[in-house]
């Protein structure tokens, strides 16, 4: 069931974002590409908020569109073949933080819940450059 939870959650995201150049985070193989727009589909519990944030940060993206297991969850990530058995749970307040504290501010966020009562978390970040590496 969460799979096709996160395969909406998804959908929604390139359907958003669909006039930028978007590049998916594979914790399989975390690598930067420059991007306006970046994904990171349940990888942050894998690779870690700080892995995460500074490949979010080598991308340039100005948009970092992160989906989370939401930690109040009864069951841990389903594996299936798709996620290793180990990861990070992450908050959201951690993740708003985190990403806060490196000039990347929450503009959108969704909370959604499939059958069974699992949930994830959808967060939206966008860069803000600080006021001195403005362009001018």
């Not at 995460?52 to 930690?71: E, G, R, Y």
């Not at 969704?110 to 959808?122: H, M």
């Amino acid at each position: 069931m969460i799979c096709a939870l996160l395969d909406a959650v998804h959908k929604q995201q390139l359907e958003q974002y669909e006039r930028q150049d978007i590049y998916e985070l594979d914790y399989h193989n975390p690598t930067a590409k420059d991007s306006e727009v970046l994904l990171v589909n349940l990888a942050a519990e894998y690779l870690g908020l700080q892995k995460t944030i500074d490949l979010a940060l080598k991308c340039h993206a100005k948009v970092v569109s992160l989906i989370l297991w939401d930690p109040e969850n009864l069951t841990s990530i389903p594996t299936g073949g798709h996620w290793p058995k180990s990861y990070r749970t992450i908050s959201l307040e951690q993740a708003v933080i985190e990403f806060q504290a490196r000039n990347m501010d929450l503009f959108y966020m969704r909370n959604p819940q499939d059958e069974d009562g699992n949930r994830l978390i959808r967060l939206d970040f966008r860069y803000m450059p600080e006021c001195g590496q403005m362009a001018g």
